[in-house]
């Protein structure tokens, strides 16, 4: 039979040939490896048969299916050490995540990370013994009757909870058999790499009205160094965390009598300004106005944009006046109400709003983090009103403009279309034709994409932004979604050039997404070592005796009035002591006055991360710095 390869190739082979053999009539490297296959696009296991014409792909460690295929795996290693260890243990679920992967149990004694070392040496035997790994289905009877015969009350639920006629299928490996869509790797001794990390409780199903039952967080990769490089990062991450940094940096501060509601303070509202301020130059130079619209409206406009229907339970409700209203989760509805306020011709499209809106989302407390996760925040949204034909231009231009922004703080990034979800509102049509042209959009430009199908607005689809920042963690903010429904249920218009009326197509999007998130992620970017143009206080002047002080101050005076954010450290401390407390403030300018600078117009000059760059009179000290803030370098 032949088969047809990723790169168009075909490749013969005997009847009924597996994945694995495959790989193997490719080359002996590629069998080696080889973690799993997509066949037609499925992922499968290397053990799945090939029929006549069958489109392979085969899946190693480095791509990210097989990395998952690796973990998920790893998963089943530790569950089978579990049972080997904690014998009267029950199974609930053990799902890949990023960076890794979990198992939920149901333990009669509790465990905890002192126990894990006994744990991981259990499969490091499992590992080494090579177990193969074999996946065969049963009907349903067939497997409650297995699950049961092991005891796994956890097992059966979730089989019986299945769509009649779905098929049932398990891996085993040596005497262990856990139920499992897969696929797996052909044998347990290609893991190569795997770490025990963490231990939490979680709600069997999520539902905090069942039992809790033990979480065990774990990791694994191809390779020992990659492994090793992981946990450098977080060890990095831990230095970096923005919660820590941020109290450091009297930045903000999260109170119980404001759960999920952060409170910024001097110096995060300097930070946060500098953002907004950036915000505002980009946007009036792209064309776009500004507006504001109200944090609260009636029940009445959440049901025409289909929020109280899809979104009701994130959202914060209330009456006044007898009349059902809720608090805004997000700016979208407000700016198609700002729209209807006046007719419009087809020659004032493209119409570009932005608002800096405050919007509330019901969050569960135990999903809140610092500034990652929270009740309320500040969406930089921009809405788009435009002709069909306007579309792809439109997208280009809002590419255009997320890519200047995320160039500016240094971060690279990747980007995903995701597509119709299944909780969506709107015909097959405006779907097909809103993804159509997202997709031509990117494919225009060039850009490289994943596809991620059904991970869409209710309303549309939309291309999502990842950020990589300077630890190699990634971050969803930026977002361009299309959307052909909102127009419709809110019945907007524009008269065209044929004298008709046509409904606009709209964009919804997002560069930084959350001000208050996009401000957390920065200050984990920069290690709180913000650039000049962002850094809460720009200059700290540091007198060496107490006749310098008269002179700080005339200092601070002066760079004040040129716009320069300065203080001086007038405390009878020694200089050493001023100079550390300066640098734990992360300042990216010290300056250190004495009698010498006083008498010559001078300052010495320290600069974060160099130390001592010498002396320098003080014009051209406050222009250097005046010229770091306005050409905003990062440094």
């Known amino acids: 039979m032949k088969i047809v390869l990723k790169n168009g190739d075909g490749l013969e082979l005997k009847a009924n040939a597996t994945a694995f053999e495959a790989a193997q009539a490719i080359s002996e490297g590629l069998a080696r490896a080889a973690v799993a296959a997509k066949v037609n696009g499925r992922l499968c296991d290397l053990s799945a048969p090939l029929t006549e014409g069958d489109a392979l792909e085969i899946v190693t460690a480095k791509d990210p299916e097989g990395l998952q295929v690796y973990r998920h795996t790893c998963a089943h290693v530790l569950a089978q050490a579990l049972k080997t260890v904690y014998p009267t243990c029950k199974l609930a679920i053990g799902p890949v995540i990023d960076n890794g992967y979990y198992y939920d149990v149901d333990f009669k004694t509790p465990i905890t990370m002192e126990d894990f070392a006994k744990v991981e040496a259990e499969m490091k035997k499992i590992i080494k013994s090579n177990l193969p790994i074999e996946r065969f289905t049963l009907p349903r009877d067939e497997a409650i009757a297995l699950m049961s015969k092991f005891h796994e009350n956890y097992k059966v639920e979730l089989i019986q909870d299945l769509p009649e006629g779905e098929e049932i299928s398990f891996y085993r490996q040596g005497a262990f058999t856990d139920l499992c869509r897969g696929p797996h790797l052909p044998s347990t001794g290609k893991i190569k790499a795997f770490k025990l990390v963490s231990i939490a409780g979680a709600y069997w199903r999520g539902d905090e009205k069942k039992k809790m039952l033990t979480r065990i967080y774990g990791t694994a990769f191809a390779k020992k160094e990659e492994m090793d490089e992981y946990f450098t990062m977080l060890e990095e991450a831990k230095k970096r965390d923005h919660v820590k940094l941020g109290r450091e940096l ?255 197509i709209m964009i919804h999007r997002v560069a ?95 600069r974060r991360g160099e130390g001592d760059v010498g002396e320098m009179e003080k014009e051209r000290f406050i222009s250097l710095v005046f010229d770091d803030a306005e050409s905003k370098r990062i440094f």
């Open 250 to 504: 009297k930045l903000f501060t999260l109170l119980n009598e404001g759960k999920g509601f952060p409170f910024f303070l001097p110096n995060g509202m300097v930070l946060k300004n500098a953002l907004v301020d950036y915000w505002r130059q980009i946007h009036r130079r792209e064309g776009y106005v500004e507006i504001q619209s109200p944090i609260i409206l009636n029940r009445s406009l959440w049901e025409t944009s289909g929020h109280w229907d899809h979104y009701k339970e994130n959202m914060y409700t209330l009456k006044i006046d007898e009349e059902d209203c809720a608090v805004k989760p997000m700016n979208c509805p407000g700016s198609l109400l700002v729209y209807k306020t006046s007719p419009h011709s087809y020659k004032d499209l493209p119409i570009r709003m932005g608002e800096l809106g405050l919007v509330h989302r019901h969050e569960k407390s135990g999903q809140l983090h610092g500034l990652m996760r929270v009740r309320c925040f500040t969406q930089d949204d921009a809405h788009i009103f435009m002709t069909p034909e306007q579309i792809e231009g439109e997208i280009e231009n809002v590419v255009r403009l997320i890519d200047e922004v995320y160039t500016l703080f240094g971060f690279k990034y990747r980007v995903e279309l995701s597509t119709r979800p299944e909780n969506s509102m709107g015909s097959d049509e405006d779907w097909e034709n809103a993804t159509a042209a997202l997709k031509n959009a990117l494919d225009k430009m060039h850009l490289n994409y994943e596809v991620n199908e059904g991970d869409g607005a209710f309303y549309g689809p939309k291309i999502d932004f990842h950020l990589q920042d300077s630890i190699g963690r990634t971050w969803q903010c930026g977002t361009i979604q299309l959307d052909f429904q909102l127009p419709q249920r809110f019945d907007i218009e524009y008269v065209g050039e044929d004298g008709q009326k046509h409904r606009p």
């Open 512 to 606: 930084f997404g959350s001000i208050e998130r996009f401000i957390g992620i920065l200050i984990e970017h920069f290690a709180g070592k913000f650039p000049v143009w962002l850094a809460p206080e720009q200059v700290k002047v540091l007198p060496v005796t107490d006749r310098a002080a008269e002179y700080a101050g005339k200092l601070v005076a002066e760079m004040s009035a040129k716009g320069l954010r300065a203080s001086a450290d007038l405390r009878k401390e020694k200089i050493g002591r001023k100079i550390l407390d300066a640098e734990l403030e992360k300042v990216p300018y010290k300056l250190i006055v004495g009698d010498k600078e006083m008498e010559n117009g001078t300052v010495s000059v320290r």
